[in-house]
T-cell receptor, first 111, second 105 residues
Framework: NAGVTQTPKFQVLKTGQSMTLQCAQDMNHEYMSWYRQDPGMGLRLIHYSVGAGITDQGEVPNGYNVSRSTTEDFPLRLLSAAPSQTSVYFC??????????FGQGTRLTVV | KNEVEQSPQNLTAQEGEFITINCSYSVGISALHWLQQHPGGGIVSLFMLSSGKKKHGRLIATINIQEKHSSLHITASHPRDSAVYICAVINDMRFGAGTRLTVKP
């Protein structure tokens, strides 16, 4: 997935810990988004941004924060991890009016 | 009820078969995307289309805006086509549940 760098690929957290998932793109896309993917549920939108300084909530925003200080970066923060946040997370760039590019995914386990 | 419905949920085919995956949506759209997710987990965009038909190699995607329906076709299927195919209306943040395709040699 050229152009979108998502890190880390794997992470194990203890309940109550915080962490940041990083997402960066070099395609100058205004639109970026974060999704979680759970078995049998498909992709669900957590937060999205239509440009630097502008973010909004998606379908499942509780427990997550985002910021968009630059066009390139769109980090996702888990404030106090819970077992229900065990999932696979994907960052995406573009897709609103352009082809969508996805990060490699982050497999997060909260114990 | 998901506003983007895909069918079938699971599909098993023999190598060489012609495959069709369908997607129906109930929302207004500016574009519809077809995505591919391999067993390793990565998601790749196959097509973005707002009208008509697009072709890339053995893959063909069509959309009928009036009928709110899109199809993904795979000609001469191959085991490496085995993946989950996802229909997505990204501008409305709506995804189909995916079609799991298995192509047997």
């Amino acid at each position: 997935n050229a152009g979108v760098t998502q890190t880390p690929k794997f992470q194990v957290l203890k309940t109550g810990q915080s962490m940041t998932l990083q997402c960066a793109q070099d395609m100058n896309h205004e639109y970026m988004s974060w999704y979680r993917q759970d078995p049998g549920m498909g992709l669900r939108l957590i937060h999205y941004s239509v440009g630097a300084g502008i973010t909004d909530q998606g379908e499942v925003p509780n427990g997550y924060n985002v910021s968009r200080s630059t066009t390139e970066d769109f980090p996702l923060r888990l404030l106090s991890a819970a077992p229900s946040q065990t999932s696979v997370y994907f960052c995406a760039s573009g897709g609103h009016t352009t082809e969508a590019f996805f990060g490699q995914g982050t497999r997060l386990t909260v114990v | 009820k998901n506003e983007v419905e895909q069918s079938p949920q699971n599909l098993t085919a023999q190598e060489g078969e012609f495959i069709t995956i369908n997607c129906s949506y109930s929302v207004g759209i500016s574009a519809l995307h077809w995505l591919q997710q391999h067993p390793g987990g990565g998601i790749v965009s196959l097509f973005m289309l707002s009208s008509g038909k697009k072709k890339h190699g053995r893959l063909i995607a069509t959309i009928n805006i009036q009928e709110k329906h899109s199809s993904l076709h795979i000609t001469a299927s191959h085991p490496r086509d085995s993946a989950v195919y996802i229909c997505a209306v990204i501008n409305d943040m709506r995804f189909g549940a995916g079609t799991r395709l298995t192509v047997k040699p």
